[in-house]
């Protein structure tokens, strides 16, 4: 069965600053999605960025990009400027290339504080 | 509709009563999930509808929940017998089948008194 690590309950950022969410996740599979999601108190899932296996490049988004190491199983997201409205519940999430039903596994989550 | 909409919002039930949630999935979205937080926890899978037919139920905790969808529209997630652990925010998410990003909704907070 697939797992999803984030070993970072809490982080804290200072605003305009740069900081780094951990992921790791254990699969036997070659082929899948890793995700980062965004929560806000608004409870509701904003999908932040998404990174395909079998891609070697490094997903990027504006302010967001990702720091993917197939052969670690890691999958760290990268914030830069920080800004206030980036503090939210994160979660790293995987999901299957085929199979599985588009069934997306779920780290714990990481709370981001962005401090002025 | 424009997003996936969740009903109700919050829902406060005593323990032992039968509860419905139900899901608006986005307009054309043939895959919905369901997904169960508790509080502080990440997501937890529930079950997976392809149209109306679900092909994964392996996530539902218990026989006490059980799900459905009518045609590709809306599914509701039914908790018989309500328990104090089955209070949690309960996500609904569409994707279409060759689309990977799910969409999701706002929630149902659960609570069981």
């Known amino acids: 069965a697939q797992t999803v690590t984030q070993s970072q309950p809490e982080m804290s950022v200072q605003e305009a600053e740069t900081v780094t969410l951990s992921c790791t996740y254990d699969t036997s599979e070659s082929d899948y999605y890793l995700f980062w999601y965004k929560q806000p108190p608004s409870r509701q899932m904003i999908l932040v960025i998404r990174?395909?296996?079998?891609?070697?490049q490094n997903a990027t988004e504006n302010r967001f990009s990702v720091n993917f190491q197939k052969a670690a199983k890691s999958f760290s997201l990268k914030i830069s400027d920080s800004q206030l409205g980036d503090a939210a519940m994160y979660f790293c999430?995987?999901?299957?290339?085929?199979?599985?039903?588009?069934?997306?596994?779920f780290g714990t989550g990481t709370q981001l504080k962005v401090e002025l | 509709g424009a997003g996936v909409s969740q009903s109700p919002s919050n829902k406060v039930t005593e323990k032992g009563k039968d509860v419905e949630l139900r899901c608006d999935p986005i307009?054309?979205?043939?895959?919905l999930y369901w997904y169960r937080q508790r509080l502080g926890q990440g997501l937890e899978f529930l079950i997976y509808?392809?149209?109306?037919?679900?092909?994964?139920k392996s996530g539902l905790p218990s026989d006490r929940f059980s799900a459905e969808r009518t045609g590709e529209s809306v599914s509701t997630l039914t908790i018989q017998r309500t328990q104090q652990e089955d209070s949690a925010v309960y996500l609904c998410?569409?994707?279409?089948?060759?689309?990977?990003?799910?969409?999701f909704g706002q929630g149902t907070r659960l609570t069981v008194v």
């Open positions: 990174q395909e296996a079998y891609k070697q």
């Open positions: 509808f392809q149209g109306n037919s679900a092909p994964d």
């Open positions: 307009s054309g979205h043939t895959a």
């Open positions: 998410a569409s994707s279409r089948v060759s689309n990977t990003e799910a969409f």
């Open positions: 999430a995987y999901k299957k290339l085929t199979g599985g039903g588009n069934k997306l596994t």
